[in-house]
Structure formats: C-alpha cells, structure tokens
Nanobody, 113 residues
Framework: QVQLVESGGGLVQAGGSLRLSCAAS????????MGWYRQAPGKQREWVAS???????NYADSVKGRFTISREFMKNTMYLRMNSLKPEDTAVYYC???????WGQGTLVTVSP
C-alpha cells in the first residue's frame, strides 16, 4: 500500500512562490497517475493538477500558467511549483493517487494580501 506525505506549505505574500512536495512510500510509485487537490475554508475539495505515469499533465483553469506539477521517479516524489500566488489560493493542499482513495495528510498554504 502506497502512503503519501506532503510538505512545503507555509505563509507567503501574494505574488510569491512555494513548492510543495509529496513523498510516496512503496516501489510501485511509478505506475500511478497522481494529483494535487486543495480545500479552502468552508469550501469543497477541488482538483488542482494531475500527472500521469507517462508525464502528461493537466491543470485546473484557476491555476493554469501559474502552477507546475512534476514528478521525480528516483525519489518517489511529486511536486507542485506554485508561482504568482493569490489570496484565493489559500487552502490545505493534498496529494492523491488518482483513481484510488489514497491521500496524504495535507499541507497548509496561506497567501496574505
């Protein structure tokens, strides 16, 4: 069973950048499509970006052009580079094995005006 652990969240001013990491346990990391989701206070969890095992990426319209998803197979790690952050990006960010109910514990990103 793959387990996921996020890191890299924090407080940043609007316009700033952060890089989130999602470290996966298990030797089968490379076969899974993976994704990032977020949940803002009082709102439902929403999909942010995903990357297939072959490296194809997709983004929500709200983050397209600002966020970049990537993965490093040798380190069993997925990343989310977030640039030009906005206050509305404030949320708990979760990584997930796509099409499986396997989630990390989340990491909080707070963007101040």
């Amino acid at each position: 069973q793959v387990q996921l652990v996020e890191s890299g969240g924090g407080l940043v001013q609007a316009g700033g950048s952060l890089r989130l990491s999602c470290a996966a346990s298990g030797s089968t990391f490379g076969i899974y499509d993976m994704g990032w989701y977020r949940q803002a206070p009082g709102k439902q969890r929403e999909w942010v970006a995903s990357i297939t095992s072959g490296g194809r990426t997709n983004y929500a319209d709200s983050v397209k052009g600002r966020f970049t998803i990537s993965r490093e197979f040798m380190k069993n790690t997925m990343y989310l580079r977030m640039n030009s952050l906005k206050p509305e990006d404030t949320a708990v960010y979760y990584c997930r094995l796509m099409n499986h109910e396997v989630w990390g514990q989340g990491t909080l990103v707070t963007v101040s005006p």
